[in-house]
């Protein structure tokens, strides 16, 4: 089984992974995912609420994969060591919690999964850069470089993709969804460079978070409260 949902923003957003709320949990197993896409907020401050949080997810049957979002510590994620699993590089929290890395492929369950992570923070200007801000939210041209060349040795084909934004060409239903919060002369050049990429390759769904809403729209899907499984 796979589970996909929204940005969880430990511990402001997480209440919908609760037993209570996703019930599904209790016939999984770690060969099981639920994957967060983006802004999942576990690493924040090494603190006591870490502590009670990690101690949370850990103990959890399934294993919990996620994109990075805009509001990640990145200095703190970015220090992790790196590894391969299967076929692409994760960061590993813990045995059951892996941050899958920007440009990446994953196999699972027999399907492709391209991941990229990464967004623009539209509240930077309220944040403090190290604390609660990090540059390293916006992907890099490296970073969409490496995801290009990943696809292309894959023949720009996959079955899923999973980001934390959305390409540019879903920007209309953003708009008609959330006329109140769009900015149409905000840094949109994450979603202008996704959407480069969706021109190029062929898949079955895109699935993405950052805005707060739940839709779906031809074959992109927002997702925020709803936890969906996908295979």
Known sequence: MIYLTGDTHIPLDIDKLSRKNFPEQK??????YVIVLGDFGLLWQHDKEYEYWLDILTHRKYTL?????????FDWLNSLPVETWHGGKVHRVAENILHLMRGEIFELQGKKFFT??????TDRIYRKEGLS??????PSFEEFDHGIKNLMAHENHVDYVLTHTCPAGVFPEIRLNIPNRWDPYGD???EEALGAIDRDIHYEGWYFGHWHIDFDYEKYH????????IL
């Open 65 to 73: 994969l996620f994109v990075d979002g805009n509001h990640e510590n």
């Open 133 to 138: 801000w990090w540059p390293a939210e916006k």
């Open 188 to 190: 949109h050049s994450v």
């Open 116 to 121: 990229l992570g990464g967004a623009v923070s």
């Open 222 to 229: 927002a997702m925020y409260n709803r936890v969906t499984r």
């Open 27 to 32: 016939t999984m197993e770690r060969q099981d």
